[in-house]
Every structure is written in structure tokens, then in C-alpha cells.
């Protein structure tokens, strides 16, 4: 089964300051999926990367994805606290099943 | 017009119930699926299900049933709930058979007393 690891678990940082979220993925996979989730709330889809060295972007927030080393990065710019959720990557995996990663909670403070 | 529906959004109920969850999504996708998300946020998938397949997680209980009335619909029935069931359900669909993104539902908060 592909196992999919997320670190950090949490993540508090200060507003204005950038970090990465790694994403790392046991066996081969040809797709990863970011997505954000808010407290209570649902999830909701940010980022499909479709091949290796795929670079996507969005506000302040960009992935990458390295197939070869088997590991996706989501990359914070400036963040700012509307950015506070927990955000997971996913991995597809045999039988097109998604296969999540244990989710990166995220605090931004003032 | 929402996209991915649940119904109900909160059910609470005792150990040894029988109950349902009810799922639409109104997007034309091929694929649905279910998934349970713990009290740690741990996401895993129970079921996948397109008019061709249906793929169940070894690790779920045969008390858990998906039935698919028609393409828009995945509901999930439970026998015998047990007080590990009490989690978050999500349901959701894709296109392609799961190659594509999924889009989730709002999610149904089960609580098992």
C-alpha cells in the first residue's frame, strides 16, 4: 500500500515569514494532490501536479513535485493568518485510489 | 447548486444502530468515494465506487456497506455501530475513475454513545 508522510505535523509561524511542507510517497506515483482543510470544514482542492518537476502556483502558495525522490513541496510566501488550516497532500495510487498524508496543520501568528 | 451533498450533517446514536448516510454530487463525475477521518485529522479511504468497480479497503468492517442507487449517488450504510465509528465521513467524486481531483462533501460528524 503507498504510504504517504507529511512534516511537519504542526506548523506555528509568524506572519510575513516563508516555510515548506514536505510530502514524501513510498512507491511510484504519477499524481499529487494538495488540499486545504479548515476547521470543520471540508476539503477543498489547491494543487494537482502531474509530472515530474511540475510547479504550480497560487496567491502565496506554491508546490513542486520531484517524482524521482518521490517528495512534493508546498512552499509558504509571506504568510498571512488567512492561510491557517490544515493542509494535506495526497498521492494516487494503485487502482486510482488516493492515499493521504497525515496532514500538516499550519497556525499563523500575528 | 451545490456540488457534493451529505445528508445528515451531525448524527448522534447509541452503539448497536443500524444507520445511513446519504451522498449526491450533481458534477457528472464517474467516481465516487467514501472516506472516515479520525479525531487526529487522518484521512483514509473506505470505498471507491464507479459504475464498474467497487474497491473496499480491507481494513474496513464488512458492517460498512456503500449502495449506489444511480451514477450521482453513493450512500453509506453502517450495522451495529460501535463507539470506534464516531469520526467525520466524507464523501466525494472525480472524474476518470479517480485520476482527476476529488471534490468532497461537507462532511457527516457521527457520534456513537
Known amino acids: 500500500e503507498l504510504k504517504v508522510e507529511q512534516n511537519p505535523l504542526f506548523l506555528s509561524m509568524q506572519e510575513g515569514k516563508n516555510y515548506t511542507i514536505y510530502c514524501n510517497y513510498s512507491?511510484?506515483?504519477?499524481?499529487l494532490y494538495w488540499y486545504r482543510q479548515d476547521p470543520g470544514k471540508s476539503l477543498e482542492s489547491l494543487f494537482v501536479?502531474?509530472?515530474?518537476?511540475a510547479v504550480k502556483q497560487e496567491g502565496r502558495l506554491m508546490a513542486s513535485l520531484d517524482t524521482k525522490a518521490r517528495l512534493s513541496t508546498l512552499h509558504i510566501t509571506a504568510a498571512v493568518h488567512d492561510l491557517s488550516a490544515t493542509y494535506f497532500c495526497?498521492?494516487?495510487?494503485?487502482?486510482?485510489?488516493?492515499?493521504f498524508g497525515t496532514g500538516t496543520s499550519l497556525t499563523v501568528i500575528p | 447548486d451545490t456540488a457534493v451533498s451529505q445528508t445528515p450533517k451531525y448524527l448522534v446514536t447509541q452503539m448497536g444502530n443500524d444507520k445511513s448516510i446519504k451522498c449526491e454530487q450533481n458534477?457528472?463525475?464517474?467516481?465516487m468515494y467514501w472516506y472516515k477521518q479520525d479525531s487526529k485529522k487522518f484521512l483514509k479511504i473506505m470505498f471507491s465506487?464507479?459504475?464498474?468497480?467497487?474497491?473496499i479497503n480491507e481494513t474496513v468492517p464488512n458492517r460498512f456497506s456503500p449502495k449506489s442507487p444511480d451514477k450521482a449517488h453513493l450512500n453509506l450504510h453502517i450495522n451495529s455501530l460501535e463507539l470506534g465509528d464516531s469520526a467525520v465521513y466524507f464523501c466525494?467524486?472525480?472524474?476518470?475513475?479517480?485520476?482527476?481531483?476529488?471534490?468532497f462533501g461537507p462532511g457527516t460528524r457521527l457520534l456513537v454513545l
Open positions: 501536479l502531474l509530472s515530474n518537476g
Open positions: 466525494a467524486s472525480s472524474r476518470l475513475a479517480g485520476r482527476e481531483t476529488q471534490y
Open positions: 495526497a498521492a494516487l495510487g494503485t487502482g486510482n485510489q488516493f492515499y
Open positions: 465506487y464507479n459504475n464498474k468497480e467497487l474497491i
Open positions: 458534477l457528472g463525475h464517474d467516481t
Open positions: 512507491t511510484t506515483s504519477d499524481r
